[in-house]
């Protein structure tokens, strides 16, 4: 018996960019877009149009770029903003509107202040409008997870008869229970009339580390599309995580009626370069894509993987991207051959300056690292994005010193507004001491709100990757630098949060609510 289409709609732009600091450039975005659609993804939420023109922006050029997914716009209920997402979506060869209302008592009450009416007549107006722009408009009931039954049953049957296509649930807030959610999806097809001509599509939360579960159970019941996130991403506890969703499906086929059109080689290069880019780091113990998900330490694992591999292993590594990690290419390698391989990884740069740029700093680690792999490219890659923020600020020379007993210190020189500033101070560590160096220079006034450090390969020579977040005045930034030396690349991630910060580069994420 042949298995059903699973839509797989990935909100990593919108969705995951709400989390804290996981804001990202346009230029970002567009990466990211490219290797979803490497990836498969059915639909690319790109934003939400009508929060900023940065985010119109990014939208509309995502949409110019990405010829095999579907990319869309989020929209509230609202004339402006569902204008808005059209105008975004236009020049896609496939478009769609994505528009939502909440329809649980307590938020029509507290948050709308609307009547139940009012909610369902504006649901309508909304998806009617979305039509004219184009026929793929997708209907969300925001808090669907605590909405009455019957409101549900009206709703979803007055927005069908509009024109909506998809009809997506959402636990807004994280509150289900798979059980119970796989059964709200089976009473709603049941109930509502023409639930035969939409797709069910589920949208869910992780703050009782259940989404992945829920969504399952939504599949298990009907739903033919879900909303997921690369490694999960999204505000509070995230959202659903889609390599996990794909190979739940995947692996265990005999349970599940749906098949996906996901390459699933492309995972791991997709996590990799999300985990980049945004500066939360996956952690090693991760489903899928951590790095310890294919690790055996137990001598009585190990005995039954090399006897045979399935007797603890349910997935292979190399069937989620893992096999391809290694780079052959080194110091003796040209342009065309690292273009090349850039290429194979979903990276590809605007113009030959930052191909360049890139290459140079390519020929750079070759000369310190005896081996290098596609992370190290990645990051590389991101690196030099990052150095092209105006940079009021540049690290010319920094030497640390750090021995037992004695108050480490660091002395730099900063380049600022191209004039020559030198500046020392001591720290708790060399870390802490070269960026007080720092700020003696450059009295941000910016409060530090993360230090992440993260080894991008294996071995002493790895580059190690800093992510520096940096709040001031309400606006949140990420700085990332990455050098095989941990106090130069931690100097390169700060000054680079603040060179965003003074630039105001379009990295704050405006959007406010969502489903």
């Not at 294996?458 to 930034?477: A, N, P, Y």
Request: hydrophobic share 40%; net charge negative.
């Amino acid at each position: 018996m042949s298995k059903q289409r699973l839509v797989i709609f990935d909100t990593t732009l919108r969705d995951g960019e709400q989390s804290p600091g996981a804001s990202m450039t346009k230029d970002e975005k567009i990466r990211i877009a490219r290797q979803l659609e490497k990836l498969g993804v059915d639909v690319i939420e790109a934003g939400f149009a009508a929060a900023s023109p940065g985010d119109f922006d990014a939208i509309r050029t995502i949409a110019e770029t990405i010829k095999d997914s579907t990319v869309c716009s989020l929209a509230r209920a609202n004339e402006k903003d569902v204008r808005r997402a059209g105008e975004a979506i236009t020049p896609a060869k496939s478009g769609r509107i994505h528009t939502f209302i909440a329809t649980s008592p307590i938020h029509m009450e507290m948050k709308l202040r609307m009547s139940p009416d009012q909610v369902v007549e504006q649901a309508v107006k909304a998806v009617k409008l979305a039509r004219e722009y184009t026929d793929d408009v997708e209907f969300s009931a925001e808090d669907a997870v605590r909405s009455e039954l019957p409101f549900l049953v009206r709703v979803f049957e007055a927005v069908i008869a509009a024109g909506a296509k998809t009809i997506n649930v959402p636990d807004t807030v994280g509150y289900a229970i798979p059980y119970l959610w796989g059964e709200r999806f089976a009473q709603l097809i049941e109930q509502v009339p023409n639930s035969d001509k939409v797709i069910w599509s589920t949208h869910c939360h992780n703050d009782l580390g259940m989404a992945v579960a829920n969504s399952l159970s939504a599949v298990l019941n009907g739903a033919r599309q879900v909303e997921c996130t690369i490694n999960g991403l999204g505000e509070r506890a995230g959202n659903a995580s889609l390599e996990e969703i794909v190979m739940a499906v995947k692996t265990r086929s005999d349970v599940f009626p749906v098949e996906t059109r996901i390459d699933t080689r492309q995972i791991v290069p997709a996590s990799k370069l999300v985990s980049t880019i945004t500066g939360y780091p996956v952690q090693p113990n991760k489903a899928v894509v951590g790095a310890n998900a294919f690790a055996h330490e137990s001598g009585i694992h190990q005995d039954g993987v090399l006897k045979h591999r399935e007797t603890y292993e349910i997935m292979r590594a190399e069937d989620v991207g893992w096999h391809t990690n290694r780079l052959t290419l080194g110091k003796l390698s040209g342009r065309n051959a690292f273009r090349t391989r850039l290429k194979e990884l979903g990276i590809e740069f605007d113009s030959e300056e930052s191909l360049n740029a890139a290459f140079a700093r390519f020929k750079d680690l070759a000369d310190k690292k005896s081996e290098i792999f596609d992370e190290d490219l990645q990051a590389l890659v991101s690196d030099v994005a990052a150095s092209q923020t105006p940079e009021k600020y540049q690290l010319i020379t920094l030497e640390a010193h750090s021995r037992t007993g004695e108050k480490p210190r660091a002395s730099l020189v900063l380049k600022v507004d191209g004039q020559e500033t030198p500046a020392e101070a001591e720290g708790d560590g060399p870390v802490d001491a070269a960026l007080k160096a720092i700020e003696t220079v450059a009295n941000s006034h910016a409060n530090l709100k993360l230090y992440s450090v993260n080894a991008i390969t294996s071995g002493t020579d790895s580059q190690g990757e800093v992510t520096v977040r940096l709040e001031r005045g309400g606006s949140i930034v990420n700085g990332s630098g990455a050098d095989t030396d941990i106090i130069v690349a931690s100097a390169k991630a700060y000054l680079n949060a603040l060179n965003i910060l003074d630039a105001n580069v379009a990295r704050a994420h405006p959007q406010k609510e969502g489903v």
